[in-house]
């Protein structure tokens, strides 16, 4: 008999696993999956069961008190996904089920019971403790388990619950209580008697004959109703009040019920379904790969990933509806993750257009209440798409047949800020691999260590080369109020291959020389002019990560480095110093530059605010709106911006965010990137990556018009890879380059990292402490001969989080978790595979 299970216990604190036994009325009843509760020291607390065990570790074992939910909240493949995860990043096993039960379900849950309407009842076989059970529930519709503590005092009641729930006569489910966040609950009201009495009714129901009338009416309304109705409903259709309500309910000839409603955030949002266009040739290639693939999804071969590779524009997003489409079709569900969703409105739009009824959308803006919904109702089977950012790929979908990563590339999909520290795009390959699912990673702009993994042979490689035009008719009106002719270079049905925009590399150090100091060169300033004059839109962008944090020479362009590492200073304020985050070398601020002799050595520092006062000095007719950390802090405030722009009340965007994808902006047809070698200036080995990947995109913005699209890099280095290749659409040319560089300096892919961090707010005891790990973890990589190397200790590039002070250690090889298994560093933050070393 399976009696024993081994529960991981849900409190943050705890890593280790328990063995409990079952009752006997829990036997059968709880199984993997289910969430309980134990005893756990003094506490009672949550757990969830994570198998059965044969033999327990204790001879004594503990019971397990109660089942929470009659469902497991966990799903078998989510169960091995959170084993995998936990494998994957060395993080406890707890936090990562934590990551696939809803927020809010946490140790304080309480129980929903219902009576099951459809099961007809013998109350004179009933016990009298199940009678009460009954009638309460009857009487009073759902209860929590709480309410029921509280109506029946001193008795044991809930084994006798347990029973019903078994013999099918009720549903216990797992309900977080108020006030955090309740199911919702609407009051109606029904007839307690049967309508045919009604009629016979001798019984007077006020002594005022108006009110009587009133009584009677709402009466007859409710005969008329096969289903419980909202006391507004009454008061309108009867003349009623509230005391009639509770007078007719006194005489048991009403009932007032308090019904469950599902919170559903997509409620009265109206969508249009859209059919699917026909597919462009590219497409059509692209589709007939994907469809051989979901079609071993069915025959349970799932293929290998697919990478699909295409500009922004491309017509990835219409292949991944197509291929949800499928995954529908053979009986399977589908996730879709995409970048924060304030981003990508247009994208979440479109696929709740094209499966109207069928979309969950998770997003932190949700209530909990909200989310706790979705939750449940893709657990029940009643969703078949979710849609939304990372947190969405840990729903409880049965039947997985495809998950989507858009934009693959992109940081959010990072968790940076608790544990566990996965990696969307790997975690979804596992995910799809675990269930068996077909999985889609698209990009403009993959990660070097993906786009290494179609080169290896490990994912499928997919391209999309061309871009395509829809919305013609829009853009052929735009096009003829400005006497332009539609430069369509070829196209198909409603579509046209519109090529990519043209971007130019303006070098700045030229215009100092020729005596331009203004932050925009002539050719920008003429662009601009020319945008405000034919009445068309700008965008001015500013990368964000990174500003004012290097040292450089305006005459010459040439940038402060470390003499060990070949890596960029960066200025620290307080003591006016240049210091080297690799190494730890510091110097002071040269007064000339070391290259040139010049004394233009200056910190950058730009930020929106002052673009949008240049802006404003040099046009002062542009209507301008800044889009930044500062502008977008207030809920809605993303899309209220967009849509100020999309509806032209403003000529120009000034912004440090991008768009990740899918708004088509067809004025906008100029892109100037103020200074485009902003990011490469960190201490990071994916500093280079991740700066062509913003130029690239933000280069894509441009050109998604006819009407002579073009892009502005402005840069005191125009002849850094990444501005360059960048500059030429040049994904191939990019990777090369980059690829050789990472091999020649043993970065990913072609070794792995650990990073390690240790924080403290007394900066002394933040060093010692890491040079003491740091002697740790030599020793034990002597004991175990391994070749891992260790780079570091040194204070991280953001020095101080939260008044704390930030020191880490690298770990680099093959496979640098090794040495991590089983051992234990209490209060060091562990990363494998860092996205960023800042
Ligand atoms: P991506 O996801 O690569 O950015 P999309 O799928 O959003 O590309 O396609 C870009 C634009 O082209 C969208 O407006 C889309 O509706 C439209 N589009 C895509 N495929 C077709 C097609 N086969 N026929 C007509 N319009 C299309």
Known sequence: MRSYVEVAINLPQISDTYHYHLPEDLIGSVRPGSLVIVPFGKQRVQGVVLDYVNTPEVADTKPVEDLVDEKPVLTPTQMTLAH???????????????????????????????????????????????????????????????????????????????????????????????????????????????????????????????????????????????????????????????????????????????????????????????????????????????????????????????????????????????????????????????????????????????????????????????????????????????????????????????????????????????????????????????????????????????????????????????????????????????????????????????????????????????????????????????????????????NRRGSATYVFCRSCGYVVKCPRDDKPLTYHRGSNQLMCHTCGYRRQVPKRCPQCGGRQIRQLGTGTEKVEQMVREHFPEARTLRWDAETTRKKGAHDRILTQFTNQQADILIGTQMLAKGLDLPLVTLVGVILAEVGLNLPDYRATERTFQVLTQV?????????????????????NYAIQTAAHHDYAGFYEQEIAYRRELRYPPFTRLVRLEYRHHDPRQAEETAQQTAGVLRGWIRSEESSIEIIGPVPCFFSRLYGRYRWQIILRGVDPTRILRDRQLPDWIVEVDPPSLL
């Open 699 to 719: 280069a894509g913005r441009a050109g998604r018009s006819p009407l002579g699209g073009r892009v502005i890099l402005q840069t005191y280095e125009p002849g």
């Open 84 to 542: 995998q995860v936990s494998e994957d990043t060395l993080a406890p096993l707890g936090v990562c089920i934590n990551l696939m039960l809803p927020p809010g379900l946490s140790q304080y849950t309480d129980t929903l019971i219902s009576l099951n309407p459809g099961r007809k009842l013998d109350l004179e076989e009933r016990s009298p403790i199940e009678k009460r059970i009954i009638n309460l529930l009857k009487k009073r519709g759902d209860l929590r388990g709480r309410q029921m503590d509280a109506a029946i005092h001193h008795v044991e009641w809930r084994g006798v619950l347990r029973k019903l729930a078994r013999e099918g006569v009720v549903h216990t489910q797992s309900i977080l209580p108020p006030p955090r966040v309740s199911p919702k609950t609407v009051r109606k009201v029904t007839l307690a008697i049967n309508p045919d009495d009604i009629a016979n009714l001798e019984e007077r129901l006020s002594r005022v004959h108006r009110v009587h009338d009133r009584r009677m009416r709402v009466l007859q309304v409710l005969t008329r109703e096969s289903e419980p109705v909202e006391p507004s409903w009454l008061y309108a259709q009867a003349d009623a009040k509230y005391n009639d309500l509770q007078a007719l309910e006194e005489k048991g000839l009403i009932q007032q019920l308090e019904l469950q409603v599902w919170r559903d955030p997509l409620e009265g949002t109206i969508f249009i379904p859209a059919s699917p266009p026909e597919l462009t040739q590219d497409q059509q290639h692209a589709w007939e790969e994907i469809s051989t693939g979901l079609s071993k999804v069915k025959r349970g071969q799932p293929p290998h990933p697919f990478l699909l590779h295409g500009v922004t524009g491309s017509g990835k997003t219409e292949l991944y509806l197509k291929s949800v489409k499928a995954t529908l079709e053979a009986g399977k569900r589908a996730i879709v993750l995409v970048p924060e969703i304030s981003l990508t409105p247009q994208t979440v739009k479109r696929f709740l257009s094209r499966f109207p009824g069928q979309v969950g959308v998770v997003h932190s803006q949700l209530s909990e209440g909200e989310r706790y919904d979705t939750w449940r109702r893709a657990r029940n089977g009643e969703l078949s798409v979710i849609v939304g950012p990372r947190s969405a790929l840990f729903m409880p979908l049965e039947d997985l047949g495809l998950i989507v990563v858009d934009e693959c590339h992109h940081e959010s999909y990072d968790q940076t800020d608790t544990p566990p520290y996965y990696h969307t795009a790997s975690t979804a390959v596992t995910a799809a691999r675990v269930a068996g699912a077909a999985v889609i990673l698209g990009s403009a702009t993959p990660r070097v260590t993906q786009y290494y993994k179609t080169i290896s042979g490990d994912w499928s490689y997919i391209e999309l080369p061309h871009r395509i035009l829809a919305h013609r008719e829009i853009i052929a009106h735009h096009a003829q109020r400005l006497g332009i002719d539609l430069p369509i270079i070829s196209g198909e049905g409603q579509t046209a291959d519109l090529g990519l925009p043209k971007v130019s590399i303006v070098d700045m150090r030229q215009e100092l020389q020729s005596g331009n100091r203004s932050i925009f060169s002539r050719e920008m300033q003429s662009a601009i002019q020319h945008v405000l004059d034919t009445q068309q839109q700008a965008i001015l962008f500013l």
